[in-house]
T-cell receptor, first 114, second 114 residues
Framework: GDSVTQMEGPVTLSEEAFLTINCTYTATGYPSLFWYVQYPGEGLQLLLKATKADDKGSNKGFEATYRKETTSFHLEKGSVQVSDSAVYFCALSDRGGGADGLTFGKGTHLIIQP | NAGVTQTPKFQVLKTGQSMTLQCAQDMNHEYMSWYRQDPGMGLRLIHYSVGAGITDQGEVPNGYNVSRSTTEDFPLRLLSAAPSQTSVYFC?????????????FGDGTRLSIL
């Protein structure tokens, strides 16, 4: 079946540091890929998405590129802020492969220190 | 903009009790779903619906019932609560069931079963 693997953390960085959160996936079809962010006490919000190979999703300074050859969708940001502290989830949607709903990674807790 | 609204936000139940978690969306979305979030497990799909009158099981459906009598509402019923159902429950909706459709999440219901 489909699966998503991501580093769980917590990942602790200083403000203005470079961020990479790795995400790799396994899917039977041709999935769409997403990054969601969850701030404390809130639901998940879509951060960015990519629907086909080599697409780059971007939002709020975050970027991720859909790499079919390495089945990866790593999240990057050049300079993190304290307000970026949250839990980040990588997810895929592969209804064309027979799955339903989103398949999530376990989440990466990011802590940014001033 | 209300988006996806979940009620209640918190609930404590005793083992064996039943209850209904409410979910409503005002975006005229066809697709709605329920997830549970457990520590170290990410989010797992419980049930989903591709439109009024149509529901189906996700990854972890046992112990839960759903119905979709209107486009707006998608309640989740716990028939006989068990401690293993202690979790945070999220309702989500999207415009359609297509792979590239991002899902919009409610703020969650935190449920404790004693």
């Amino acid at each position: 079946g489909d699966s998503v693997t991501q580093m769980e953390g917590p990942v602790t960085l200083s403000e203005e540091a470079f961020l990479t959160i790795n995400c790799t996936y396994t899917a039977t079809g041709y999935p769409s890929l997403f990054w969601y962010v969850q701030y404390p006490g809130e639901g998940l919000q879509l951060l960015l998405k990519a629907t086909k190979a080599d697409d780059k999703g971007s939002n709020k300074g975050f970027e991720a590129t859909y790499r079919k050859e390495t089945t990866s969708f790593h999240l990057e940001k050049g300079s993190v802020q304290v307000s970026d502290s949250a839990v980040y989830f990588c997810a895929l949607s592969d209804r064309g492969g027979g799955a339903d709903g989103l398949t999530f990674g376990k989440g990466t807790h990011l802590i940014i220190q001033p | 903009n209300a988006g996806v609204t979940q009620t209640p936000k918190f609930q404590v139940l005793k083992t064996g009790q039943s209850m209904t978690l409410q979910c409503a969306q005002d975006m005229n979305h066809e697709y709605m779903s329920w997830y549970r979030q457990d520590p170290g497990m990410g989010l797992r799909l419980i049930h989903y619906s591709v439109g009024a009158g149509i529901t189906d099981q996700g990854e972890v459906p046992n112990g839960y019932n759903v119905s979709r009598s209107t486009t707006e509402d998608f309640p989740l019923r716990l028939l006989s609560a068990a401690p293993s159902q202690t979790s945070v429950y999220f309702c989500a909706s999207s415009l359609s069931s297509g792979d590239n459709q991002p899902q919009h999440f409610g703020d969650g219901t935190r449920l404790s079963i004693l």
